[in-house]
């Protein structure tokens, strides 16, 4: 298997007053190691990369590198508009560690498809490591159409897409149409993606029972069909609480009442709600009550006798 394949998850930087809080970062990635997952994911959006800088950057970076062993493999979430600045970035990140940068497209300046694929060719000639191109239009404001991938594929280091367009034609035609391990990037796809073909996913909501998000993927790898669907029918409304509000505060306030961290954020990001920890509360206490899945059980074990009885809904 590519280590661009399975469950990868999308730390969430902890805060403690204000500041990055990278010994609980460390923890939380080594329970989620653990656990079973299959790659990290540092200073993503779910990580509030936006927030943090430059130097918060590579000391979290830094961090997790000095704890997770080498079988883990770990990505560097890149963003920003200016194509100049991000290869510099790049460029500069040598850490022996890291696998590789997932790379989103500009931002706000809405280029055009040619101005998309010459920015990642500019951000892949800067480094040596592999880069994830990250689709996600409802962010950026621009769609990495399938013709601009096709045309990026040919450069060594491009080695996979997070697509997050929620486009199933585009998400076929990823997996169809090019050679690169695709991962989806919407949660609430994790199922009909891997039907169509994905080869796993970047999921914010795996932070929360990450082994039930391993056994998801194992058994539709493993053609376990009706039992991965039953399995994904328990999740969902775990996935759909987790993005009633904006994207990391439920994950961030199911953490904080698992005691792994603080419910902390920085502006302009805020807390969940009363009434959404309301709702995620109700919804935690099912998710826990799930049968543990063990990363080196067997497919068919009393777990998945369970799971075709318990129902979340």
């Known amino acids: 298997m590519s280590i ?23 923890q939380l990635c080594l329970k989620l190691f653990n656990a079973g997952v299959h790659g990290i994911v540092v200073c993503g ?11 918060e950057q590579r000391h979290m970076l830094s961090a997790i590198l000095e704890v997770l062993p080498s079988t883990c493999p770990v990505l560097m979430g890149i963003s920003g508009s200016d194509t100049r600045v991000l290869a510099e970035k790049v460029s500069g990140i040598r850490d022996s560690g890291l696998s590789g940068f997932l790379v989103s497209a500009p ?8 101005g998309i694929r010459r920015h990642f060719e500019a951000i892949a000639n800067a480094t040596d490591k592999a880069i994830v191109l990250y689709n996600i239009p409802a962010r950026t404001g621009v769609n990495i159409d399938l013709s601009s991938v096709i045309a990026l594929q040919r450069l060594a280091n491009i080695v996979a897409v997070k697509e997050c367009g929620g486009n199933q034609t585009q998400m076929t035609g990823l997996i169809d149409c090019t050679d690169l391990k695709i991962m989806c990037g919407d949660d609430a796809m994790l199922y009909q993606s891997f039907w169509l073909g994905a080869h796993g996913a970047i999921s914010a909501a795996a932070h929360i029972r990450p082994d039930l998000f391993v056994r998801l993927f194992e058994l539709m790898r ?21 993005f009633c509000e904006p994207n990391p505060a439920p994950v961030k306030a199911a953490l904080a009442m698992q005691g792994h961290i603080r419910e902390e954020l920085r502006l302009p990001m805020t807390p969940m709600s009363t009434a959404g920890r309301i709702r995620l509360t109700d919804t935690m206490e099912k998710i826990m009550a799930l049968p543990a899945a063990k990363k080196t059980a067997p497919l068919r074990i009393p777990f998945e006798q369970e799971i075709r009885t318990l129902s979340l809904t």
């Open 4 to 26: 661009y394949e399975g469950i990868w998850i999308p730390l969430v930087t902890p805060f403690k007053n204000g500041q990055p809080a990278y010994d609980q970062a460390q």
């Open 107 to 114: 931002s706000y300046v809405r280029p055009s498809q040619e």
């Open 222 to 242: 493993a053609g376990e069909i009706t039992l991965a669907r039953a399995l994904f029918e328990n999740l969902l409304p775990l996935i759909q609480v987790l």
């Open 45 to 55: 959006t779910t990580g509030e990369a936006a927030t943090l800088s430059d130097s």
